[in-house]
């Protein structure tokens, strides 16, 4: 299922709780939903929460929207006790994301002709909302060949977005954990143009406002997550919703989104971790 919010009402008075337009069920794979005006909170694969005339999006304090949807996600995976999670509603959301960490990894060939593979550091590169508030508006952007096209060797800029680290001091008592599980929700995004036909030609009559639309995608694929316990010396790839274990215990943990596709952007609604 997801829950259908009014964006512009959210922009202006994100806590009144009619912002919540309507809940629906989950579309087949590669629906397209017209979101225009609007937002999409989506349930975590087959779990469903409660929306009554006094649910709420903002804040996230434990019984809002959000915060719903990851406590039932906790309680499909029993094997856990805590969830972080990050439902990028607002500015303080985005400000969880790191615009000045870097990707690093070994890439072959060396671009330099060197013994294979050497180091390499991708930038972030990705994008979201100006104001004080970014539903859906948070995209890793796709991979540029720009460079590659004049230098073979050099590998493609990928889009990379990259989180602060979770602090799980506090949950796990400064004891830090070691099994997690990675939720993400991505979305490709269709816009068509505004169209109006006043004058001669194919569009004449016509007056069509632009419209936006969501698409229920694969999660996975040309877009990866990567989880780090050591503050991104190292990365390991990880399948959404599949268990993950290290060698020791961490306080701290954070996450880098990639998207290899060439063309399209790749839209995060949310993201948790589970431990």
Not at 248 to 273: C, D, E, M, Q, R
Request: aromatic fraction near 10%; charged fraction near 10%.
């Amino acid at each position: 299922m997801r829950v259908h919010v009014d964006l512009g009402q959210f922009f202006v008075l994100p806590t009144l709780p009619s912002n919540i337009l309507q809940v629906d069920p989950d579309p087949a794979f590669n629906a397209l939903s017209n979101i225009t005006g609007r937002f999409l909170i989506p349930a975590v694969d087959g779990t469903a929460v409660s929306v009554t005339a006094a649910s709420y999006v903002s804040p996230a304090n434990g019984t809002d929207v959000s915060s719903q949807v990851f406590g039932q996600l906790l309680a499909r995976f029993p094997q856990y006790r805590h969830v972080a999670f990050n439902p990028l509603l607002t500015a303080a959301d985005v400000a969880q994301l790191d615009t000045t960490a870097t990707f690093d990894v070994m890439v072959s060939p060396d671009p330099a002709g060197g013994p294979n593979p050497v180091p390499w550091s991708y930038e972030s590169r990705f994008m979201t909302g100006s104001t004080s508030t970014m539903p859906m508006g948070t995209a890793v952007l796709p991979a540029n060949i720009t460079m590659s096209a004049i230098n073979p060797l050099l590998p493609a800029r990928l889009g990379v977005l990259i989180t602060d680290n979770f602090d799980l001091t506090v949950p796990t008592s400064g004891v830090g954990a070691d099994d997690f599980m990675v939720y993400w929700k991505v979305y490709r995004m269709n816009t068509t143009s505004d169209i109006a036909g006043v004058a001669f030609g194919s569009t004449f009559g016509i007056n069509d406002p632009a419209l936006k639309y969501a698409q229920e995608i694969n999660q996975e694929g040309d877009f990866q997550c990567y989880i780090s316990v050591d503050d991104g010396a190292n990365w390991v790839q990880v399948t959404r919703l599949q268990q993950i274990a290290f060698c020791g215990k961490s306080t701290k943990v954070k996450l880098a989104f990639i998207n290899t596709n060439l063309i399209t952007p790749y839209y995060l609604a949310h993201f948790a971790i589970l431990f």
